[in-house]
């Protein structure tokens, strides 16, 4: 008995041992191997949000550098102070006033 589908096109082509030997290949390179095209992928999405993170922390680095700069006059040092942890002069009184909806929080 003879096989129907030996004349057609598609079956000439999938009955090649070179064709099956490259979709293996293929198959392989795109999932199983350890640089697979997938692999690929995250590992280039993780390197793009780390070189994100480093613009942020080279941006923080710098203004923390300038701070630094500013803080190294003692005029400075007693604006720091009395803004960021509410110190004041043995003479002064210093008020606090809180609006409703306010951003800083309350220490506890």
Known sequence: ???P????KWFKFLGNKYVWVLLFFVVWMLFLDNYSYFDHRFLNDQIHELENNKTYYQEEIKKDQEQIKQLK??????????EK???????EDIYII???GDTLQ???
């Open 85 to 91: 942890y509410f110190m004041k002069k043995d003479s």
């Open 5 to 8: 589908y030996k004349d057609k």
């Open 1 to 3: 008995m003879k096989n």
């Open 98 to 100: 809180k609006f409703e």
């Open 73 to 82: 006059n003692p005029e400075q040092i007693e604006k720091y102070a009395r």
């Open 106 to 108: 309350e220490k506890e």
